[in-house]
């Protein structure tokens, strides 16, 4: 049977198809690999999350962007945003190269990231820690060509505590990610394991929160990280800060430089102090603000409008480009008000 086309040079239909299907139906079996992976992995982030997994085409370095559930009676609510990548690869290894648009979709970004591996044939799913890791971020550790973290399929049956000092190898830095401090598996999802499970999503939404207060430090530039040092696999967590102000004297120890940008939470603390009575505070932060008064505006009306330097807030709710926003709210308003006029005024005439 011959046919036109394509297909003309062929001599049957069949021989045509096979060759097609071998060239174009074909899948390498580590993709299908991970593709079967992502399922599973939705299946056991769906137990403890609303989860969003990420379209090919669009894939960052996130797999999943997911919402922790929150349970009220029957009903579930979504509560703090994470992000997860999932590895399969028995390497055990995550790489960052030192590529602007590499580094900057880690750093800049603004949820929580936990790197996960699955074991497939086990079916269990593990939750690695990266807080560590803003140690780059904070040290601006750029003479490398990699970050390189490994980690260990190993639970931690005992608590144990981690050193997380890098190595340097052949421009590279080295990270030890430990053992996973989160597993789940497939009887966890088990509706008579559901206590099980609502202590692990606890144990999540610990690790969650204090990776929030990293990135919350970071955006400040705060020479300041948290990082999760002693632990047991499914226990108790229990977490360290570092400080590396001595390495970053121009931008970070610098009141100039980090005063303007952290003024807001300054000021908030400063007033928190005052509130609950612990003046001595008050009196030490309130003297450090006013002395930078006059750095630049948003300090000075901060320090005005929140009464931080005479006692008396002043009866203002908005300041600096707010005034523009709110100019811009009226002027829609005013428009839409005349708009409705004119209409009105026109469906008159009409019956008439």
Not at 294 to 309: A, P, Q
Request: proline share 3%; aromatic share 12%; with cysteine.
């Amino acid at each position: 049977m011959t046919v036109g086309g394509q297909f003309k040079k062929r001599q049957t239909l069949n021989e045509e198809f096979d060759k097609w299907y071998e060239t174009m139906s074909g899948r390498k079996e580590y993709i299908r690999k991970g593709d079967k992976g992502e399922y599973l992995s939705q299946l056991f982030l769906s137990a403890i999350a609303f989860s969003n997994p990420t379209y090919r085409q669009e894939d960052w370095g996130v797999d999943f962007v997911c919402s922790l559930i929150n349970r009220i009676g029957d009903n579930l609510y979504p509560t703090d945003t994470f992000t997860i990548q999932v590895k399969t690869s028995k390497d055990c290894k995550f790489e960052l190269e030192n590529k602007i648009h590499n580094m900057d979709w880690f750093y800049d970004r603004q949820e929580p990231f936990f790197l996960c591996h699955l074991e497939t044939e086990k079916q269990e799913m593990y939750f690695y820690n990266t807080s560590h890791l803003h140690q780059v971020s904070i040290q601006q550790l750029t003479n490398y060509n990699k970050i390189i973290s490994t980690y260990s399929l190993d639970v931690n049956e005992d608590e144990t505590e981690i050193t997380y000092s890098p190595t340097h190898f052949k421009n590279n830095i080295k990270f030890i990610l430990g053992s996973p401090f989160l597993t789940l598996k497939m009887s966890d999802l088990l509706k008579e394991n559901s206590d099980i499970l609502e202590d692990k999503k606890r144990l999540l939404k610990t690790a969650i929160f204090y990776e929030k207060q990293n990135i919350a430090m970071r955006n400040f530039k705060f020479p300041f990280f948290i990082w999760l040092r002693k632990y047991k696999t499914n226990s108790e967590l229990t977490y360290s800060w570092k400080h590396y102000g001595d390495l970053l004297e121009t931008e970070i120890n610098n009141p100039d430089e980090t005063i303007p940008q952290s003024i807001h939470l300054l000021a908030g603390l400063c007033l928190s102090f005052k509130n609950n009575g612990d003046i001595e505070n008050f009196n030490r932060l309130k003297d450090l603000l006013i002395s930078k008064e006059n750095l630049n505006n948003e300090i000075s009306d901060v320090i005005n409008i929140l009464g931080i330097k005479d006692g008396q807030p002043k009866n203002i709710v908005y300041t600096g480009d707010t005034k523009n926003i709110i100019t811009i709210d009226n002027t829609i308003t005013t428009i839409n008000r005349r708009t409705r006029r004119e209409n009105d005024k026109l469906n008159k005439k009409r019956k008439k």
